[in-house]
């Protein structure tokens, strides 16, 4: 049904940059938002950017100013920008569709982002 497939993780430097993206299929006719997810080992999955389907914008305060969230409708797509890439940065990003209807939340597999110093 509903299915959502990141791609773009990598294997980085500092300060070099990376962009994620995930494409969603499948009969959503609600959709509140999109947004990435990361997830350290042992650590708990965080928001690190989210957007409406009216365009509206949220970031984490560790990323500001470094990643940008973006959209394609028309090609089902979110992008996730990553500029100044930090060790910090490294996690498993996720991929998320909110929607209107129950399920409320879809995710993807999941692409690994690994930031060496």
């Known amino acids: 049904q509903v299915r959502l497939e990141e791609s773009g993780g990598g294997l980085v430097q500092a300060g070099e940059s990376l962009r994620l993206s995930c494409a969603h299929s499948g009969s959503i006719f609600s959709i509140k938002g999109l947004g990435w997810y990361r997830q350290a080992p042992g650590k708990q999955r965080e928001l690190v950017a989210g957007?409406?389907?009216?365009?509206?914008?949220n970031y984490a305060d560790s990323v500001k100013g470094r990643f940008t969230i973006s959209r394609d409708s028309a090609k089902s797509t979110v992008y996730l920008q990553m500029n100044s890439l930090k060790p910090e940065d490294t996690a498993v990003y996720y991929c998320n569709l909110e929607s209107w209807r129950i399920p409320n939340n879809y995710w993807g597999q999941g692409t690994q982002v690994t930031v060496s110093s």
């Open positions: 957007i409406t389907m009216g365009g509206r914008t």
